[in-house]
């Protein structure tokens, strides 16, 4: 049954739209603008979630449930509020989802202000992320959904830059010109008494430049032919050069004026900071250096498995590459794998609001999270996104681990069977998927990485029951699989209840 589910999920999240706007506001199919989100003129119409909106949402919501469910009784209620989410998402009701996920999170956070609750309603349209100075940039403010007694006359858009006044937009809409190149952060207000806003947040950025990002990028890619062509007059050309420049060039197709609210990388990429990264990494190729190797911190990169480019976040903690350099050390390596609707980017920004990041920190170790999607469709795909990792950072080849949720769970469990040799553990939680021995199967159908698959007592989506018999018939077989289920969890936030126990219980395994 969940995999019906997930396709439907896959299927709703690539059109990046709902079908709503609820019958509360009905109207014809709207024209479509440059990031793929429904637009309308009436200020006071409803606009169909994209993608982008629900993942914004629900990471601020994880970032409630981190900083205020401090007890397993809050988070148990939490889980239980996120599961009817899953459900409204799953019939396709993106709207009514993230109205969910926005009151939820002002609950948990203290704030049930009638002025948030007007601020978090609306979706705000940035026509351009990029210009150059004296280019209009067009801004609205549209609601996703309805609340009551709500004013828009009282909300506006207040673009500021350093050196500049700021500039107001009602929510209506109007255009920003900025005088200078900067970076103009934008605000979405709502009016209180007096001069200061009852309501403020950031609703987004504008990179002011010039040349145009589009000159950056072309500019960057430019410079990235003529690289690999002294590389290769040279002789100097390496595989590990070559699949570098592919990173670089991936990257900079990141450096677009209007992102698609289908891609999180896109539309989640500071264009400032990549661009002046970019131009430090495209240095290093032109002299021969790998930017990439023994790169600290959060960043994207992809690998190429023939013609599939597979996306995928790095993180590796400063103190714990420079330690193992020092020490001449191996690390850890943890492939993280989201479920489905997700991306790369969940992991190190939406379950636990970036939880496993900070496990990492705390314990040591690498992590890359790829699409799922791309190592669903081939184990090499895993293999290629390793192998990077391997030529840049002091990856131990006994401890490669492989963690995922729903869909990733039943990725992770699978690549213990086809990635035995590999891998020194794989943990699926809300999913597994290990297969069964066939009768008078040898020892090569019984080869198995160490496997824990948790259930959660609460899911609907993956019932516990259908992981626990799957991992009695394993264990039955000879495998080497544990289960445990957490009873008062639901199918996404049992990944913040499991997580650090699934880490350790990782961290304790070795390959022979």
């Not at 993106?94 to 969910?100: D, H, K, R, V, Y």
């Not at 909300?155 to 255009?175: H, I, Q, R």
Request: hydrophobic share 45%.
């Amino acid at each position: 049954m969940h995999t019906f589910i997930h396709a439907l999920v896959i299927a709703a999240v690539s059109a990046g739209l709902c079908a709503e706007p609820p019958a509360a506001a009905p109207a014809p199919a709207a024209p479509t603008g440059p990031t793929g989100a429904a637009e309308v003129d009436a200020p006071d119409r409803l606009v169909r979630a994209a993608r982008a909106d629900l993942a914004r949402s629900y990471m601020r919501f994880e970032r409630a449930v981190a900083a205020r469910a401090a007890t397993r009784e809050g988070l148990a209620a939490a889980s239980a509020v996120f599961d009817r989410v899953t459900a409204m998402f799953f019939a396709l009701r993106f709207n009514s989802a993230i109205e969910t996920l926005d009151r939820e999170a002002a609950r948990l956070e203290g704030d049930e202000t009638p002025a948030r609750r007007l601020a978090e309603s609306l979706k705000v349209f940035i026509s351009d992320r990029a210009v150059r100075p004296g280019e209009p940039v067009a801004l609205r403010a549209r609601p996703l959904y309805r609340v009551e007694g709500a004013d828009l006359s009282t909300v506006a858009l207040s673009v500021e830059m350093a050196g500049e006044a700021a500039v107001v937009v009602p929510a209506a809409g109007g255009e920003y010109r900025p005088a200078k190149p900067g970076v103009a952060e934008v605000f979405l207000e709502v009016r209180g008494i007096g001069t200061k806003p009852a309501f403020r947040a950031a609703a987004g950025r504008v990179w002011v430049g010039a040349p145009s990002i589009d000159d950056v990028r072309e500019d960057i890619l430019a410079r990235l032919k003529e690289a690999e062509d002294g590389l290769e007059s040279r002789m100097l050309m390496t595989p590990m050069l070559e699949a570098s420049l592919a990173v670089a060039r991936g990257r900079a197709g990141l450096l677009v004026a209007r992102p698609s609210e289908a891609d999180s990388a896109q539309w989640m990429a500071d264009l400032g900071t990549l661009a002046k990264d970019l131009d430090r990494e495209a240095a290093s190729l032109e002299e021969g250096d790998d930017p990439y190797r023994r790169r600290t911190g959060d960043w994207w990169a992809s690998a190429a498995e023939g013609e599939t480019r597979i996306p995928f976040r790095v993180y590796a903690p400063a103190k714990a590459v420079e330690r193992a350099d020092a020490n001449d050390e191996r690390l850890p390596l943890f492939i993280a794998l989201h479920g489905a609707g997700g991306d790369e980017n969940m992991w190190p920004d939406a379950y636990g609001a970036g939880l496993l990041k900070r496990l990492a920190d705390e314990h040591g170790f690498l992590i890359a999270s790829p699409s799922t999607y791309s190592v669903m469709g081939s184990p090499k795909c895993l293999d290629r996104v390793v192998d990077a990792m391997a030529a840049w950072y002091p990856v131990d080849d006994k401890r490669i681990c492989v963690i995922g949720h729903s869909m990733g769970g039943a990725a992770a469990t699978g690549l213990a069977r086809t990635r035995a040799a590999m891998l020194a553990g794989a943990v699926g939680i809300a999913g597994g998927r290990i297969g069964r021995v066939p009768a008078g199967g040898g020892a090569a159908d019984r080869r198995l990485a160490p496997t824990l698959i948790y259930g959660a007592g609460q899911d609907s989506i993956v019932p516990s029951a259908g992981l626990r018999a799957q991992a009695e018939r394993a264990r039955a077989a000879g495998l080497a699989v544990e289960y445990r289920e957490i009873q008062d969890m639901g199918h996404t936030l049992v990944v913040n209840a499991v997580l650090k126990e699934a880490v350790l219980w990782l961290l304790e395994k070795r390959r022979d």
